[in-house]
């Protein structure tokens, strides 16, 4: 995961996950599983890119070809056993919003 790069998504409709969370305090195992789930990402069908975000407030926001894509992202088993270490260790609080993006621009116009 890179902080502070666009990820390159095609012409839109496409599915974004925004991941906002509150983490705890510690690493605990979290930058090695961070990584291991952006790799992990990246070879998923229907996967488009990410870009994150993380003060205090961290935002992460995973693109998708499509809701099924997503879907099938959120049910890979590595990806559950980090859900589940997330819950228990690594975030005070979290909020997980699908979302269908309809447009995309930037200061040069449409991307």
């Known amino acids: 995961m890179v902080d502070g790069a666009f990820a390159h ?6 599915v974004a996950v925004i991941f906002t969370s509150v983490r705890t305090p510690g690493d605990n195992g979290y930058a090695v599983m961070a990584s291991r789930m952006d790799e992990l990402a990246r070879i ?13 407030l961290g935002i992460t926001v995973s693109y ?13 088993t590595e990806h559950e ?3 589940q270490r ?3 260790a690594w975030y005070a609080d979290y ?17």
């Open 9 to 14: 998504t095609p012409t839109p409709p496409y």
């Open 44 to 56: 998923q069908p229907g996967y488009l890119g990410i870009e994150s975000a993380r003060e205090e």
């Open 64 to 76: 998708w070809a499509d809701e099924a894509a997503a879907q099938a992202w959120k049910h890979v």
């Open 81 to 83: 056993i980090a859900q």
């Open 86 to 88: 997330g819950r228990s």
């Open 95 to 111: 909020q997980v919003r699908v979302a269908t993006v309809t447009r995309s621009y930037g200061p040069d116009g449409p991307r």
